[in-house]
């Protein structure tokens, strides 16, 4: 069976930094070539992407509107996927979600109906 479980949100100030993972079990990053999305939602909004990286070579994607701040990473050997948030802003405040696909999906990989499976969240509070 596939989890996926986040830890790591909590509330910072804003131009703070957190480093959100997600740790997966029931697969290994090294045996299939999954993509793993981080993701958030907010309240009253839609969830939406905010970064991939594929296990297969190691490409990663960003939202626009997180490029230049937040950094996605992998490390194999501990099956988990790091967010590294920096010059965080009160509209990065949402529950963040990674999950997981079996593909590489590439340009398309902030379609949520890519991803298989999905992490319980963790909540990202940014205070002005």
């Known amino acids: 069976e596939v989890q996926l479980v986040e830890s790591g949100g909590g509330l910072v100030q804003a131009g703070g930094s957190l480093t959100l993972s997600c740790t997966a079990s029931?697969?290994?990053?090294?045996?299939?070539?999954?993509?793993i999305g981080w993701f958030r939602q907010a309240p009253g909004k839609e969830r939406e992407g905010v970064s991939c990286?594929?296990?297969?070579?190691?490409?990663?994607y960003y939202a626009d509107s997180v490029k230049g701040r937040f950094t996605i990473s992998s490390d194999n050997a501990k099956n988990t996927v790091y967010l590294r948030m920096n010059s965080l802003k009160p509209e990065d405040t949402a529950v963040y979600y990674c999950?997981?696909?079996?593909?590489?999906?590439?340009?398309?990989?902030?379609?949520?109906?890519?991803?298989?499976?999905w992490g319980q969240g963790t909540q990202v509070t940014v205070s002005s």
């Open positions: 990286i594929s296990s297969s070579d190691g490409s990663t």
């Open positions: 999950a997981a696909g079996e593909g590489a999906y590439g340009t398309s990989w902030y379609h949520l109906i890519l991803y298989d499976y």
């Open positions: 029931g697969f290994t990053f090294d045996d299939y070539d999954y993509d």
